[in-house]
């Protein structure tokens, strides 16, 4: 499965962006879909996850409250809403597909090219 990530941009702090990530190919509805970022000098973290069918989704301490992810099967799309952003989550976000419900990077096959997200203070 091929993704594109979209939507990033710069926000003031306390704003919201949404962030989506078209995939194509006939199996998106038996992934689990991922949102990762990367901030400039750190890692790659998890941020969030969402089942098969979106009925289950798991988030990472520093997003939970205030990111929701969310995906149309009929559309091969998985969003990301943020709000109440904060110049920490400053990042190049990116989405990505897993045969398992898993937050290790490791565990995902395929990934997007990556959408920047700028929140500043």
């Known amino acids: 499965v091929q993704l594109q990530a979209f939507g990033g941009g710069l926000v003031q702090a306390g704003g919201s962006l949404r962030l989506s990530c078209a995939a194509s190919?006939?199996?998106?509805?038996?992934?689990?879909m991922g949102w990762f970022r990367q901030a400039p000098g750190k890692e790659r973290e998890f941020v969030a996850y969402?089942?098969?069918?979106?009925?289950?989704?798991y988030y990472a301490d520093s997003v939970k409250g205030r990111f929701t992810i969310s995906r149309d099967n009929g559309k091969k799309t998985v969003y990301l809403q943020m709000n109440g952003l904060k110049p920490e989550d400053t990042a190049v976000y990116y989405c990505?597909?897993?045969?398992?419900?898993?937050?290790?990077?490791?565990?995902?096959?395929?990934w997007g090219q990556g959408t920047q997200v700028t929140v500043s203070s």
């Open positions: 990505a597909a897993s045969r398992v419900l898993i937050t290790a990077i490791y565990g995902y096959d395929f």
């Open positions: 190919g006939r199996t998106f509805s038996s992934y689990v």
């Open positions: 969402i089942n098969w069918n979106g009925g289950s989704t």
